[in-house]
């Protein structure tokens, strides 16, 4: 039996420019961080007693005995693509799913730990975020860009840097206190809406009319990962600048697409706003999700009882990335006679 823990994300500026389509041409940046709120996939081969060969739980329960008859993509493109048989998958997570926190990408960088781990090999945190890069964006034909893969694989407060060879991780160094500054100045809240962050990827480019300044704003975004770093790693740098940042990567980000923002969201980033928030963001591709403030402590209460609607959701920064916290080897031998292929 394995059992892995993955990640979630939260990203703080270039979102948009780690889509392939922008960066292999433009090149592109991301700061983000992972956050102390999980999912957990549990695997190990199912035992021959049953009139199935694999059997699944997430939101539903799939029982079957033919991969190609698994509903899940991820799950279906993923057995295929590592060949696995026969297994039982289980899947939990701290979070919901369609949240703007990359949900989906931890989901598949820890399946494929899980199953790198049930057939006794290692996999480093390339290999894992390259291998779901593969899954979500080639074989399920899902849009999206590479952030979340990279960011749920590595772990870690990290600058993502992209161009035409790939992608290359950079880790942010600063002093454990002004991470933890940092950390306790940021409050996240949820709006209760979920979407699908594909979709909602598909539908802002199609909604774009201005190709050429939809380019302009990305550029602008990826810009401003520069300069956010420098905030961060520069000691005498006033950390509420790093809030007045998120308030101009939201707004160049709300011109990107139609779908990034709704009238909903707007009003509740302005009552935050207006609460003594300094600067914020909606994390993930938009629609719903969570929204983030940079909010200095003597404001956190009023920011907290205007926002009272929402729930408020404490957090940490983390740093291991996608783990195996349990491992519990099998003997397994392939049964030639089951239909599952």
Known sequence: MIITQTPFRMSFFGGGTDMESFFRTHGGAVLSTTIDKYCYVNVRHLPRFFDYSTELAYSRIERVTNVDDI????????????????????????????????TSSSFAVGMINAFYALKGKYADKKRLADDAIRLERDLCNESGGWQDQIAAAYGGLNKIVFDSQGYEVLPVIISPERKETLNDNLMMF?????????????????????????????????????????????KNADLADFGRLLDR?????????????????????????????????????????????????DRQDAVKKAMSDLLYIPFRFETGGSRVIHFTPETYEPDETRQDD
């Open 71 to 102: 509903l899940h993509p991820a799950i279906r493109n993923a057995m295929k693509m590592m060949d696995m048989h026969e297994i039982r998958l289980d899947y939990e997570a701290d979070l919901p799913a369609r949240s703007g926190l990359g």
């Open 190 to 234: 949820f709006t209760g809406f979920t979407r699908l962050s594909s979709a909602i990827q598909t539908a802002n480019a199609q909604s774009v009319k201005d190709e050429d300044l939809r380019i302009e704003r990305l550029i602008k975004m990826r810009d401003l990962v520069d300069e956010a770093e420098q905030i961060l790693v520069n």
């Open 249 to 297: 990567t939201w707004n160049l980000k709300r011109e990107t697409g139609e779908l990034v923002s709704t009238d909903k969201i707007d009003m509740l980033y302005e009552k935050g706003r207006s609460a003594g928030a300094i600067g914020g963001k909606l994390l993930g591709a938009g629609g719903g999700g969570f929204l983030l403030f940079y909010v200095e402590k």
